[in-house]
Structure formats: C-alpha cells, structure tokens
C-alpha cells in the first residue's frame, strides 16, 4: 500500500525563521517518485519539486531545500529565512507502482507572521 | 505557455440542478486527472485519462458523476443531479509520462451547491 503522512497539520513561525516541513511516505516498490507542491492562499496547486527513488542527492534552490532518506522514509522540505509570501498549504504526494497516480498527504499548513 | 485551464472558477448551484465543469489541459500532454480537495478528505483522485480515454474512475463517487474527454485539448466532470455535499474544489491536471511524469494543476473550480 502506497501512503503518505504529513504530521504537522499546522505550523506557526516569524518571518526570517527556518521551518522544515516533515514527510514520511511508505510503499513497497523500489521504483517511485516524491513530490512537494504549494497550495497559496488563491488555492492553486503549485509543482515545487519531484525526487526519484534513486536519487538521494540533497536539492537546494534557492531558500528552499529538500532532504530525502530513504532510511527513515522521509522527504523534508526546509524553507530558509522564510517570508509572508511563503504562507500555504504545502501538500507531499508519492506515486509508485501506477506513476499515474498520486498519493497526497494530508498537507502542512504554514503561517508566516510578518 | 498557458497552463491547465479550467472554467468556471466559481460556480453556485442549487440542489438537483446540472453543473459541468471544463478543463483545457496543457498542450502535448496525454494524461488529465481530475481531483476534489475537501476538508474532510483532502486531495481525492476522482478519474484520470490516457489520450482521451478513461483509465481509471474508481474514484469517482456515484453515478451522478460523469467524466468525458472528446478531444485532446477539453474534458469535463459533470454532476447530475447535485447535492450539497458535492461542494468542494475540483482540480483538474494534466502530465506527460514518460517524461516528466510531473502533474500540473489548474486553479480549480470552487463548487457551492446550495
């Protein structure tokens, strides 16, 4: 089974401070894909970043950066120096055996107070 | 490049009444998805096609729902007759296996069934 956990249902931070978005993903294929995707305030889904399974290379650009184990399951996604325009739902989503299909998690809703 | 399109963005209606919802998906791509996004349950799968031709409906919820892609470049989701507890965001996407295998969403469409 294919399934993807966001815990932190909300998270609160002042602006400049750095804040990593937790993601533990489970499947049993050796083959799959991780993504991150922002949803802003005007409720769009934004496509942040995609990682396959045998890359596990640290990725920064720019503020953003993603730490993908696949020893603890996890692909974190930090955001540095963090500012008001960061403010969303962040949602991680997985798909394995039917790369068609997605596995959201539950998303992680960012407040940044100025 | 245009994005995924999807019309309306907003669309109130009165249970039992008829709503269809479009979507033009990105140029060249072979996959369109559509989803629902709720409170309750999140980001839900409803009905994906591959060049125009369903794949997988299982997640659509009842036979009031009803999906169609004529062509390569327009799909909609259609609801006959709809309830109030069809109200929620739809989204529609699209992607190109083989490729990138990234799905791109559109703004979505805020369903309100009165």
């Known amino acids: 089974a294919q399934k993807v956990t966001q815990a932190q249902t909300e998270i609160s931070v002042v602006e400049k401070e750095d804040v990593t978005l937790d993601c533990v993903y489970e499947?049993?294929?050796?083959?799959?894909?991780l993504f991150w995707y922002k949803q802003p305030p005007s409720g769009e889904l934004v496509f942040l970043i995609r990682?396959?399974?045998?890359?596990?290379q640290n990725e920064i650009s720019g503020r953003y950066s993603w730490n993908f184990q696949k020893s603890t399951s996890s692909f974190n996604f930090t955001i540095t120096a963090s500012q008001v325009v960061d403010s969303a739902v962040y949602f991680c989503?997985?798909?394995?055996?039917?790369?068609?299909?997605?596995?959201f998690g539950s998303g992680t809703k960012l407040n940044v107070k100025p | 490049d245009a994005g995924v399109i999807q019309s309306p963005r907003h669309e109130v209606t009165e249970m039992g009444q008829e709503v269809t919802l479009r979507c033009k998906p990105i140029?060249?791509?072979?996959?369109l998805f559509w989803y629902r996004q709720t409170m309750m349950r999140g980001l839900e799968l409803l009905i994906y096609?591959?060049?125009?031709?369903?794949?997988?409906d299982s997640g659509m919820p009842e036979d009031r729902f009803s999906a169609k892609m004529p062509n390569a470049s327009f799909s909609t989701l259609k609801i006959q007759p709809s309830e109030p507890r069809d109200s929620a965001v739809y989204f529609c996407?699209?992607?190109?296996?083989?490729?990138?295998?990234?799905?791109?969403f559109g703004a979505g469409t805020r369903l309100s069934v009165l």
């Open positions: 499947t049993r294929d050796t083959t799959y894909y």
């Open positions: 989503a997985l798909s394995a055996d039917n790369f068609n299909k997605f596995y």
């Open positions: 990682r396959n399974s045998f890359d596990e």
């Open positions: 996407a699209s992607s190109l296996l083989g490729k990138e295998n990234i799905q791109y």
């Open positions: 096609f591959n060049n125009n031709v369903p794949i997988d």
């Open positions: 140029s060249g791509h072979d996959y």
